[in-house]
């Protein structure tokens, strides 16, 4: 692992974490796993628009090309939606719906049972929401997200 640090920097370091940065840098191979949102992209209101920090994209694809090294996205969020957000190069490995989604394939292999559910649920939780100003229903390949951080406390209640 190659560490892009001045000399001045890396006196500054805590030395707990610069012992803790040295052990890192001597392992074989390293898996390096982030999150989403919140970590590389920013909350945001609406959730179709949380796009990653470019530092943070900078800093992914510079870890994706060293040797022996690999990084991996995992996200609460539909697979889809994660790569079509974040426009991670492909060296770098998404993981979708908490870690349950590896590839698109995902959906298609569904139990038809589980889809009921969750159809089931969208619905219902639909239902729910409906006449709730600001109020945004999230439909995933395995869950179903109610954002509430849009509308005033009462309707959120
Ligand atoms: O596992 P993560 O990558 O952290 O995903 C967790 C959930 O993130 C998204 O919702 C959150 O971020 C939105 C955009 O900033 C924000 O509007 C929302 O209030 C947050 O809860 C995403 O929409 C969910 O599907 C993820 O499960």
Known sequence: MVLDL?????????????RA???????PNLLIACDYDGTIAPIVLDPTKAV??????????????LPQTTVAVISGRALRDLAALSRLPSEVHLVGS??????IGFVERLAPELVEVRTRLQNAVRQIIENQTGVRLESKPAS??????????TSAH
């Open 21 to 27: 940065i040295g052990r890192i840098a001597r392992v």
């Open 52 to 65: 990653p920090l470019a530092e943070s994209v900078a800093a992914i694809r510079a870890l994706a090309a």
């Open 6 to 18: 001045d000399q001045r920097t890396l006196r500054e370091i805590d030395p707990d974490l610069r």
């Open 98 to 103: 908490h870690g349950s989604e590896f590839d």
């Open 144 to 153: 179903v997200a109610v954002h509430v951080r849009g509308p005033s406390r």
